[in-house]
């Protein structure tokens, strides 16, 4: 028997390529490919590849260069590009980079096998298609494996937003829900190989609106099924989009026990002038609006957000606008960019602002937004949390894992209290903050 082939693949972007990286690793699977750790002795090589910023595009050519020398050494060795940038480029990055043998779009995953088998035969293989046939019910011949006590699960894809700096409608395509009968099986599959937590994920997750048994199914009905599952501790759901947090979802944060309280609900600006520019159909006042609505279900939710500073047209005063607005909101947790043009989105035709003024808005954004972190971060401490742990810690007898409200968490007597393996969640009473995490001991 010939020993199996060894995949490598190097996901980069948001938490849905690392979802599709898990899918792609099983299609090939039934290819008889075995993941690696390590590009140095794989037989194929795949970037699931990020367009979302000029900076994560350019990472996949400097990143393929480096292959050369592995190619030269093993001529068998088939690379591949994966991803948005993949969907977005498509034959450009085999005329710009000859090493890359095949090139596939994120909707067309399930077909990786026959793509595979050309590229093997010494074609170059490219499908950017947005085929018909579901990308996710092709690829249900998933090994049975244990698993780590935390998984991901894309019940939505795609999006039908179009703010104006964004490329994710056309690299993902149009918003398509899966059918909740489909999302629930694989929720029990993971739960029955060890998975505590779900994660459910979309570009626009709460805009979910799949089929199911007795008609229309939002994404507030599915956790609550979700919920009914045994065995299941943990949900939570990103991203969300501002305008699609319906009434029912908000609800779903007061009342629904197994749903966590933290919510990263982007706004990218607190101007009304450069909402409106963005395309991003609603004002600041009905942002916090909605912030005090969904506190008032569920008043210690954690709240993350995005912001871009630096889009077109954005004055100083419009800038000091999103300043005050998350003034208004305290963030837990937040995620900020200097705006990058993308080519075929509307704004990259406006007039830019100068890369002097992006990095001075950008230091002032992020260092407001460290200190409502840290300050929320360190009111935990005296506090009591759950903590469901996920790995083994550095020092003897420590574990570390996740709080409710998505804080990393040591604690140094967990293997002692009886925490071990992971997948166990615990009383811990936090004690200490530190840089990036808290420490705490069992209760
Ligand atoms: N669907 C999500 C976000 C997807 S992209 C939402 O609507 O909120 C993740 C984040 O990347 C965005 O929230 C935005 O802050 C940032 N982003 C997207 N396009 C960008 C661009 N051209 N320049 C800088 N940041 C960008
Ligand atoms: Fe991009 Fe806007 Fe869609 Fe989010 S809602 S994915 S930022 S177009
Ligand atoms: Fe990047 Fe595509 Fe995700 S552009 S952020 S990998 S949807």
Redesign the pocket.
Known sequence: MSAPRKLYIKTYG?QMNVYDSERMAEALGGQGYVETQTPDDADMILLNTCH??EKAAEKVYSELGRFKALKAANPDLKIGVAGCVAQAEGQEIMRRQPLVDLVVGPQSYHRLPQLEARARAGEKALDTDFPEDDKFETLRHRPKAARGPTAFLTVQEG?D?F?A????PYTRGAEVSRPATRILEEARDLVERGVREITLLG??VNAYHGSGDGGDWSLARLIRALAEIDGLERIRFT?S?PNDMSDDLIAAHGDCAKLMPYLHL?V?SGSDRILKRMNRSHTAEQYLRLIERIRAARPDILLSG???VGFPEETEADFEDTLALIRAVEYGQA?S??????PG?PAAERPQLDEEVKTDRLYRLQALLTEQQRRIQDSMVGREVSVLFERSGRHEGQMVGKSEYLHAVHVEDAVRGGIEPTGQIARVRIIGSGTNSLSGVLV
């Open positions: 948001c979302i910023r999006c937003k703010c700096f964004c490329v994710v570009q626009n991203t989009h982007p990218q995005d912001f871009i995620y960019f200097k705006y990058s043009t993308r989105t």
